[in-house]
């Protein structure tokens, strides 16, 4: 069964960085989408950027051209590097795959 674990998360100031990473395992990494979903302390949990098997991504349309998301062939992870925070951005984030959920990294953007 797929395992997901996430990290990068932490506190940075807006118009920060910060860089996740989620490591796979129990499945074939070159040949599953993987997505990224967050949460923010009493809202729905909502779909923010997916890479495809063949590589090609996907983003919601509030941090198009502030995150990316990427992997490699032969790795089994995936990143998300966003760029240019702002406040509302701040949740638990979490890696998406196979229908299986890691158990998320927190994100808080605040001066």
């Known amino acids: 069964q797929v395992q997901l674990v996430e990290s990068g998360g932490g506190l940075v100031q807006p118009g920060g960085s910060l860089k996740l990473s989620c490591a796979a395992s129990g499945t074939i990494f070159e040949i599953m989408a993987m997505a990224w979903y967050r949460q923010a302390p009493g809202k729905e949990r909502e779909w923010v950027a997916t890479v495809s098997s063949g590589g090609s991504t996907d983003y919601v349309d509030t941090v198009k051209g502030r995150f990316t998301i990427s992997r490699e062939s032969g790795k089994n992870t995936v990143w998300l590097q966003m760029n240019s925070l702002k406040r509302e951005d701040t949740g638990v984030y979490y890696c998406?795959?196979?229908?299986?959920w890691g158990k998320g990294t927190q994100v808080t953007v605040s001066s």
């Open positions: 998406q795959a196979g229908g299986k």
